[in-house]
């Protein structure tokens, strides 16, 4: 399985990016997804999830109204909206395959990573 994210770039305060990521393999379906993120000098948090269907998803809190998890089956893709985005939003995000079709909010739950795709917003 790969995953490779994209769609991160410079955004001033207040503005919106989508990221995407496209996984390899014929079983995305069967798994949920989820976005982290990483900050310099701060470890990996959680973002948000969408479980295999698309039925359930569940944010950070301190992203929440603001960011939108989506998935398309059909074309491998999970999708992250983010809108109103702020300097503390700053950081690679990382998209990740859960080990279960279970929406899941801990990294310890996910078993493939992509490269990460750098997201700057200034103020």
């Known amino acids: 399985v790969q995953l490779q994210a994209s769609g991160g770039g410079l955004v001033q305060a207040g503005g919106s990016l989508r990221l995407s990521c496209a996984a390899s393999?014929?079983?995305?379906?069967?798994?949920?997804m989820g976005w982290f993120r990483q900050a310099p000098g701060k470890e990996r948090e959680f973002v948000a999830t969408?479980?295999?269907?698309?039925?359930?998803?569940f944010f950070a809190d301190s992203v929440k109204g603001r960011f939108t998890i989506s998935r398309d089956n059909a074309k491998n893709t999970v999708t992250l909206q983010m809108n109103s985005l702020k300097p503390e939003d700053t950081a690679v995000y990382f998209c990740a395959r859960a080990v279960s079709s279970y929406a899941n909010t801990q990294a310890t739950e996910y078993d493939y990573w992509g490269q990460g795709t750098q997201v700057t917003v200034s103020s």
């Open positions: 393999g014929r079983t995305f379906s069967s798994y949920a």
């Open positions: 969408i479980n295999r269907s698309g039925s359930t998803t």
